[in-house]
């Protein structure tokens, strides 16, 4: 599940449940509508992600791609600690610029 709000030039993605290989085009879909519609300054909410398997994490690594060739970024937040592991294991802790809050990404 995924909820979207608009604030100061930023949109926030706030995602709930797993990223796996049976949501994950969803989740790349409904990411890449946004950034076809101009918002390219992405926040990640995931806080409430309790999975992530191999295939959300490059749907995650491929909006990155897409959103810095429009000029753009994306930043994760609130990553659940074993989720956070996982980034740092895998060595995405290094491509993605993560926040431990939503306030801290947006300055």
């Known amino acids: 599940m ?4 608009e604030r100061n030039g930023f949109s926030i993605v706030k ?11 969803d ?3 409904d990411i890449e509508n946004l950034i076809n519609g101009g918002k390219v300054k992405l926040i990640l909410d995931m806080n409430k992600v309790s ?10 690594v491929g909006i990155n791609k897409r959103v810095r060739m ?5 930043r994760l937040v609130a990553l659940p600690q074993d ?12 491509v993605f ?4 809050t939503v306030g801290s990404a947006m300055k």
């Open 2 to 5: 995924m909820e979207v709000e």
């Open 15 to 25: 995602i709930e449940g797993e990223i796996d290989l049976f949501n994950s085009q």
């Open 27 to 29: 989740l790349k879909r």
């Open 51 to 60: 999975y992530i398997d191999s295939s959300g994490l490059g749907v995650l």
């Open 70 to 74: 429009r000029g753009g970024f994306l």
């Open 83 to 94: 989720i956070k592991h996982l980034f740092e294991i895998t060595k995405l802790d290094k």
């Open 97 to 100: 610029n993560i926040y431990p």
